[in-house]
């Protein structure tokens, strides 16, 4: 190989390595980087910036007080789902749990998110990768962090902490996907 | 300069534009992609997927029906609000207005978005670009798309179709910021 064929090859293969490096850090479902070995789950940071939000449920509770529950999805997870039906292995969803404030304005008595109450993480597992950790099971990860400590994991068990609430999405994989307009199409 | 040197200098220059070319591609307030020269708006394609979300408001209206009114922005616009306490010229911002459906949950009778009913866009205009043109004034452009027609920009002046609902937030340059978590401090 000629002198100037060997430079351009290494030109070549700089291109290549950066390709590679930029597409592995564009990765869509890295939700793995998240979880140790043990399973331990950890928040997200900067997902208000960095992630899609797939929607918001604003419930009013029994005793006539509202919430909002902003969910977030890893960047590329909408897309999977159109495309598929299903959340892909290492799926990252965070809903954050909002007080709320409200008042009268033009379009009525309009109600919005202010501070955090707690996040939920959970994170898609096809391949039960933790069986003898009880935050795993039904194909997720189940984590839980509240704002007093919101880097601190506080759920023990899944499914005494997690999952009644999930019981009527049970059918679309243990998710509300009927309130988030972006897993429809566009 | 060697042979060698000159074609380090080649791949080095290689490198350097696929660089510029990804940091052009990444833009963060490429707004005026969306306005013609004389001024007219058009709506982005899949703000959903590749916008930010800023937040939701849920207003119950006069006769006790609810919306939800999502603000979507240009990835990179609440970092920059969050230092400068300003939106940048040609900041992009969609409002989609939704119906609702609503249901006894397990956290209450809990609201979320079905189908959209119109988009709101405004494009953020520090230089009074289009001083002839009524859907700008105040700092922005100003546009309006019904979901029967959704690529069919249909306001004809921002002080009568845009301006009143915005009159509130008059002092956070027409923006209803106090319900979009992401521009507050993370």
Redesign the interface.
Same mark, same amino acid.
């Given at each position: 190989m000629s002198?100037?064929m060997s430079?351009?090859m $290494?030109?070549l293969l700089? $291109?290549i390595g950066?390709q590679q490096v930029?597409s592995e850090s564009d990765s869509t479902y890295n939700g793995w980087d998240l979880v140790d070995k043990a399973g331990n789950i950890r928040k997200p940071a900067?997902f208000?910036?960095l992630y899609?939000?797939l929607? +918001?449920?604003?419930? +009013?509770?029994?005793n006539n007080n509202? *919430?909002? @529950?902003?969910t977030y999805a890893l960047?590329g997870t /909408? *897309?999977y789902y159109r495309k598929t039906g299903k959340f892909p292995d290492g799926t990252v969803l965070v809903k *954050?749990v909002?007080a709320t404030?409200h008042a009268q304005?033009?379009?009525?008595? /309009? @109600?919005? /998110?202010t501070s955090?109450k707690v996040w939920f993480v959970m994170i898609k597992d096809d391949k039960g990768r933790y069986p003898g950790n009880p935050l795993w099971g039904n194909g997720w990860g189940w984590a839980l962090f509240k704002s007093d400590a919101p880097d601190k994991q506080v759920a023990t068990d899944f499914k005494k902490d997690c999952l009644?609430?999930h019981?009527?999405a049970k059918a679309t994989d243990w998710v509300?996907v009927?309130?988030y307009? +972006?897993l429809k199409s566009?």
């Amino acid at each position: 190989m000629s002198f100037r064929m060997s430079m351009l090859m $290494l030109a070549l293969l700089i $291109l290549i390595g950066y390709q590679q490096v930029k597409s592995e850090s564009d990765s869509t479902y890295n939700g793995w980087d998240l979880v140790d070995k043990a399973g331990n789950i950890r928040k997200p940071a900067d997902f208000r910036d960095l992630y899609q939000a797939l929607g +918001v449920y604003t419930p +009013v509770d029994f005793n006539n007080n509202t *919430e909002m @529950h902003y969910t977030y999805a890893l960047p590329g997870t /909408a *897309e999977y789902y159109r495309k598929t039906g299903k959340f892909p292995d290492g799926t990252v969803l965070v809903k *954050e749990v909002f007080a709320t404030d409200h008042a009268q304005m033009t379009t009525g008595d /309009a @109600h919005w /998110a202010t501070s955090t109450k707690v996040w939920f993480v959970m994170i898609k597992d096809d391949k039960g990768r933790y069986p003898g950790n009880p935050l795993w099971g039904n194909g997720w990860g189940w984590a839980l962090f509240k704002s007093d400590a919101p880097d601190k994991q506080v759920a023990t068990d899944f499914k005494k902490d997690c999952l009644s609430c999930h019981i009527p999405a049970k059918a679309t994989d243990w998710v509300y996907v009927q309130g988030y307009p +972006v897993l429809k199409s566009q």
